[in-house]
Nanobody, 123 residues
């Protein structure tokens, strides 16, 4: 079983990026999926979550700017990131779990993780 992120890179403030996470070896449609991010020296932060039924939840810091979505036919998770800010710079991880907590994005709810893709927002 594997989660592989892609789509990270360098973007100017105000720009956009779309992250993808390809899942293999899972019954993808049954999983809760999430994006987390981490900067050196800080704890990993839950950014966005989508349930197996398509319900979404966002951290306050990204709400209105980021959109999480999934394509169960392609076994792929996405996150469209708009109006990027320098403080969005981080290593972004895709995560999968069998369930979760409504109203929160808790790291301990997700047992499967990708290796991460770097997003750098800088002029």
């Amino acid at each position: 079983a594997q989660l592989v992120e892609s789509g990270g890179g360098l973007v100017q403030p105000g720009g956009s990026l779309t992250l993808s996470c390809a899942a293999s070896g899972y019954t993808f449609s049954s999983l809760w999926m999430a994006w987390f991010r981490q900067v050196p020296g800080k704890e990993r932060e839950g950014v966005a979550r989508i349930t197996n039924g398509g319900s979404t939840y966002y951290a306050a810091s990204v709400k209105g700017r980021f959109t999480i979505s999934r394509d169960n036919d392609k076994n792929t998770l996405y996150m469209q990131m708009n109006s990027l800010k320098p403080e969005d710079t981080a290593l972004y991880y895709c995560a999968a779990g069998s369930g979760g907590t409504f109203g929160q994005i808790r790291e301990r709810d997700y047992g499967y993780w990708g290796q991460g893709t770097q997003v750098t927002v800088s002029s």
